[in-house]
C-alpha cells in the first residue's frame, strides 16, 4: 500500500464547474497535508496547506481534511483552463514529505 | 514562501562524467535542504536531506557515492551526479520547508545523459 494515493486521472471538468481532487493516507500518525499543483515540465508549487480536520478555503480552493478517515480533498470552484495540471497531494511524516503520484486534471471549454 | 533558485535548468554530458546542479535559498536561511527525483508521470521522490554543515541523510536505495550533496552554507546545497549513466536522466527538483513544514521548490534540473 502507497503512503500516500491518488487516482491518477485524468480527470476531465467543464470550464467553471467544480473539480474535486481526492487523497488518502495509510500514516495515521501524518501531522501536515499539502496541495501542490505541478504544470507539464515545471517543479511543484504549493497551492494550500491543512492541519486539522474541517475545511480550509482559500479564493477558489477549498481544502478538506478528515483524519478519522485519513481523507485528504482539494475542490476547485469555477475550474479555470489554466487549472489544467497535475494536483500532487502530500503529507508529512516527521521531518519528510511524502508525495502522492498526482492527478492530472484537464479543464473543457 | 521561500524562494528558490537552481542551475542548470537543464543540463546535457554524456555518459560516465559528471554534473553538478545547484541549489539556492534567496531569501530564507535554510539548514535543511531537500533533492528529489522525479521520471516523467511519477511523482516526486526524494533522494536525501541536505544538512548544513554534516553529512547528508540518504534515501534507502539511493546511492550516497553515486550522489555527492554539500550543503556548506545556509543557502547553497549542491547534487553532483558522478559517472552518471542514461539512466540516471530525470528531472531534479530541491525544496526547503519553512518552520510550518509548507515545501517551497526550485524550479528544477532537468538532466539528459547521453
Known amino acids: 500500500q502507497k503512503e500516500v494515493e491518488q487516482n491518477s486521472g485524468p480527470l476531465s471538468v467543464p470550464e467553471g464547474a467544480i473539480a474535486s481532487l481526492n487523497c488518502t493516507y495509510s500514516?495515521?500518525?501524518?501531522?501536515?497535508f499539502f496541495w501542490y499543483r505541478q504544470y507539464s515540465g515545471k517543479s511543484p508549487e504549493l497551492i494550500m496547506s491543512i492541519y486539522s480536520n474541517g475545511d480550509k478555503e482559500d479564493g477558489r480552493f477549498t481544502a478538506q481534511l478528515n483524519k478519522a478517515s485519513q481523507y485528504v480533498s482539494l475542490l476547485i470552484r469555477d475550474s479555470q483552463p489554466s487549472d489544467s495540471a497535475t494536483y500532487l497531494c502530500a503529507v508529512r511524516r516527521a521531518s519528510k514529505i511524502i508525495f502522492g503520484s498526482g492527478t492530472r486534471l484537464s479543464i473543457r471549454p | 514562501g521561500a524562494v528558490v533558485s537552481q542551475h542548470p535548468s537543464w543540463v546535457i554530458c554524456k555518459s560516465g562524467t559528471s554534473v553538478k546542479i545547484e541549489c539556492r535559498s534567496l531569501d530564507f536561511q535554510a539548514t535543511t535542504m531537500f533533492w528529489y527525483r522525479q521520471f516523467p508521470k511519477q511523482s516526486l521522490m526524494l533522494m536525501a536531506t541536505s544538512n548544513e554543515g554534516s553529512k547528508a541523510t540518504y534515501e534507502q536505495g539511493v546511492e550516497k557515492d553515486k550522489f555527492l550533496i554539500n550543503h556548506a552554507s545556509l543557502t547553497l546545497s549542491t547534487l553532483t551526479v558522478t559517472s552518471a549513466h542514461p539512466e540516471d536522466s530525470s528531472f531534479y527538483i530541491c525544496?526547503?520547508?519553512?518552520?510550518?513544514?509548507?515545501?517551497?521548490f526550485g524550479p528544477g534540473t532537468r538532466l539528459t545523459v547521453t
Open positions: 500514516d495515521r500518525g501524518s501531522q501536515s
Open positions: 525544496g526547503i520547508h519553512e518552520a510550518s513544514y509548507e515545501q517551497y
